[in-house]
């Protein structure tokens, strides 16, 4: 089992940066995928970011191109997303998952982490 858990949310003006950090434990993350996701209030989940399990291969949602940057210390278990340049829009709880390469899906989920854009 894969426990994760974020930090690095809060309430931020537009235009600012705020660095996540999903710290794993209970076994090492280095085979697996690793993705953000967020929800805000009222809408269903959406992708923002994946990191292959080398950190060789980034993907990002359009919403966020240019923007956040998701990157991985698997020395550390753990994944970041760096966020610049912050809208009110990307206000959300924001989800690291990993994802086995033998499921091929993101069987692991974290609780998740505020961020709170004010205009």
């Known amino acids: 089992q894969v426990q994760l858990v974020e930090s690095g949310g809060g309430l931020v003006q537009a235009g600012a940066s705020l660095r996540l950090s999903c710290a794993a434990s209970?076994?090492?993350?280095?085979?697996?995928?690793m993705g953000w996701f967020r929800q805000a209030p009222g809408k269903e989940r959406e992708f923002v970011a994946r990191i292959n399990w080398n950190g060789g291969t980034t993907y990002n949602a359009d919403s966020v191109k240019g923007r956040f940057t998701i990157s991985r210390d698997n020395a550390k278990n753990t994944v970041y997303l760096q966020m610049n340049t912050l809208k009110p829009e990307d206000t959300a709880v924001y989800y690291c998952a990993a994802r086995p390469a033998w499921t091929g899906s993101y069987d692991y989920w974290g609780q998740g982490t505020q961020v709170t854009v004010s205009s």
């Open positions: 209970g076994r090492t993350i280095r085979t697996y995928d």
